[in-house]
């Protein structure tokens, strides 16, 4: 069965850097898009970063453009998130997803990761 297994989340100063790494099987990861999506304390979901099957192309929330960077390694069938730069703002539980092509809409996404919390705070 399909399984997304976030990990790398934890407790950063404002500034500082994380990255969170998903983890999936189950599925032929290599033939889906990516995504990361968050929800911060009493917030909706929140869609944070897309990236295409083969890695080349990324996508990012105005929120996190130019802090974060999406990749992947389809070797590996692992999503990455680097997260930069980062904000209290930043704090949520972030989730990655599987979907069959580009959208923001999370109602898309297949398939969903149990989320791993980002916490940031002096």
């Known amino acids: 069965q399909v399984q997304l297994v976030e990990s790398g989340g934890g407790l950063v100063q404002p500034g500082g850097s994380l990255r969170l790494s998903c983890a999936a099987s189950g599925f032929t990861f290599s033939n889906y898009w990516m995504y990361w999506v968050r929800q911060a304390p009493g917030k909706g979901l929140e869609w944070v970063a897309a990236i295409n099957t083969g890695g080349g192309n990324t996508y990012y929330a105005d929120s996190v453009k130019g802090r974060f960077t999406g990749s992947r390694d389809n070797a590996k069938n692992t999503l990455y998130l680097q997260m930069n730069s980062l904000k209290p703002e930043d704090t949520a539980v972030y989730y990655c997803?599987?979907?069959?092509?580009?959208?923001?809409?999370?109602?898309?996404?297949?398939?969903w990761g149990q989320g791993t919390q980002v916490t940031v705070s002096s």
């Open positions: 997803a599987v979907g069959d092509s580009f959208s923001s809409n999370r109602n898309d996404y297949n398939y």
